[in-house]
């Protein structure tokens, strides 16, 4: 059973910075595109960025240009580093595993991370 677990949410001010960690029980990410996904109250799930099994990354246009997604692949974790953050990106943040051609399918998912931004 693969298993994701998510770490490094918390509380940060609007302007600083969080780097969320998405870290897979076994070598997934070979055959997985990895996508970050967040959840505000009252509002639908969102997909952020993806990364491809080929290493290819892709961002939502609302974090376009502060949040960046990498992967470590002998640690079969990935990160998202979320920089210049806003209010508007507090949310729940939940990494998947899956396929990414035509839209992402999720196989796998982590619990989700707490991501709060205070103005």
């Known amino acids: 059973q693969v298993q994701l677990v998510e770490s490094g949410g918390g509380l940060v001010q609007a302007g600083g910075s969080l780097r969320l960690s998405c870290a897979a029980s076994?070598?997934?990410?070979?055959?997985?595109?990895m996508g970050w996904f967040r959840q505000a109250p009252g509002k639908q799930r969102e997909l952020v960025a993806v990364i491809t099994s080929g290493g290819r990354t892709r961002y939502a246009d609302s974090v376009k240009g502060r949040f960046t997604l990498s992967g470590d692949y002998a640690k079969n974790t990935v990160y998202l580093q979320m920089n210049s953050l806003k209010p508007e990106d507090t949310a729940v943040y939940s990494c998947?595993?899956?396929?990414?051609?035509?839209?992402?399918?999720?196989?796998?998912w982590g619990q989700g991370t707490q991501v709060t931004v205070s103005s």
């Open positions: 076994g070598s997934i990410f070979r055959f997985n595109d």
């Open positions: 998947a595993a899956g396929d990414n051609r035509g839209g992402f399918v999720a196989r796998y």
